[in-house]
């Protein structure tokens, strides 16, 4: 249907406000603190774009934003059009994260848009700032209460959620470093921490960490939980801890569907499905090339199996939930209840 990959070319200047400071049971949007009652139909885990060139490496965006709002504004709106309210943006900092594409998508699809604070440590540390390796745990976590308390980078613009990804488990005294800074923004903040996990043994440890510093279980998200192996019986145990089970790499690839079908089923009958959150993980990655001397960027979407992004769990997953006996009440619990559970912030310090 629409163009997957469209073409851009410059970059922006930037706007410079501050949002009233949210309240009790308000998520924090791109555009301000909403009441967590208006979330509606919720993508957990999805991203707008991303930019994998590595941490510090060149200026974001690389792309032109106008172009990129023209581009991207057309699958947001048809997944408006499919009732979804309220989508997570799960880039982080030096991996193209573009707060103010953000807030301009939110305003003109109408979707609630929630970006995020935090670093990524997977992909063998390729997106951490020097800085990291500098700081500790606790000026790390000011960087980021900071960002909570004064909004992002002179946007004014205030993150929802902490973001941040690991290895697989052994995790590193640094992936340690990353999930104690976690830890103390939760703690000053109440934003939720969702993280990027590179195996069950390694979410094993971070709650560990996480409850040695005193934070409880449900305000972590397992992310990537979907690629557990052990078939099903580790995200049912954490999941009664009380930790969240992010199922979010959603897509049309059928053999993948019947793993997320018979994923949710085992939570299902385990009386789980209220931990459960599910999203695709679509979004743009930035392409950039020397084409004859000349600076080309393209935004590509990402090649997960979804061709159209943000609606197959909408255009084939829930058909199929209902065919093997799942309830509206039960999808209701997934798509709006669970989101708004795990992403409202409690806790106000500022
Ligand atoms: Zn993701």
Redesign the pocket.
């Known amino acids: 249907m629409q163009r997957r990959t469209f073409l851009t070319t410059a970059s922006l200047g930037s706007l410079g406000f501050v949002f009233p400071a949210p309240i009790f049971n308000e998520v924090m949007t791109v555009t301000g603190p909403i009441s967590a009652n208006r979330m509606g139909i919720t993508l957990p885990?999805?991203?707008i774009t991303t930019d994998f060139t590595g941490a510090e490496k060149v200026i974001q965006p690389q792309y032109d934003t106008q172009s990129a709002v023209q581009g991207i504004y057309p699958y947001l709106k048809r997944l408006h059009d499919l009732g979804c309210r309220t989508l997570f943006e799960?880039?982080p900092n030096y991996i193209g994260r573009d707060v103010l594409l953000l807030q301009k998508l939110s305003e003109v699809s109408g979707i609630n848009i929630i970006t995020n604070t935090g670093y990524y440590a997977a992909a063998n540390f390729k997106y951490l700032p020097k800085h990291f390796y500098e700081e500790s745990v606790v000026q790390l976590a000011q960087r980021w209460i900071k960002e909570w308390e004064e909004g992002i980078d002179g946007t004014g613009i205030r993150p929802g959620f902490i973001k941040i990804g690991v290895n697989k488990a052994p995790l590193s005294a640094d992936e340690k470093k990353l999930v104690d800074a976690a830890a103390l923004t939760h703690l000053k903040t109440g934003l939720t921490i969702a993280i990027?996990t590179g195996d069950g043994k390694a979410a094993d440890q971070e709650l560990s960490w996480l409850m040695e510093r005193g934070v409880a279980p449900e305000a972590m998200i397992w992310?990537?939980a979907q690629n557990d192996k052990d078939e099903g019986a580790h995200l049912s145990a954490l999941a009664r801890k009380g930790v969240w089970i992010s199922l979010?790499?959603i897509n049309a690839k059928p053999r993948q569907l019947k793993r997320y079908l018979y994923q949710l089923q085992s939570m299902r009958m385990d009386g789980l499905l209220n931990k459960v959150l599910i999203s695709h993980?679509d979004?743009w990655a930035v392409k950039a090339e020397e084409v004859a001397g000349e600076k080309r960027v393209q935004l590509d979407l990402f090649k997960n199996g979804n061709t159209v992004p943000y609606h197959t769990i909408f255009d084939k997953l829930i058909p199929n939930l209902f065919s093997w006996g799942f309830t509206r009440k039960d999808i209701k619990q997934i798509m709006v209840k669970n989101p708004r559970k795990a992403y409202t912030i409690r806790v106000r310090k500022l």
């Open positions: 885990h999805e991203h799960c880039t990027h992310v990537h979010d790499g993980d979004g």
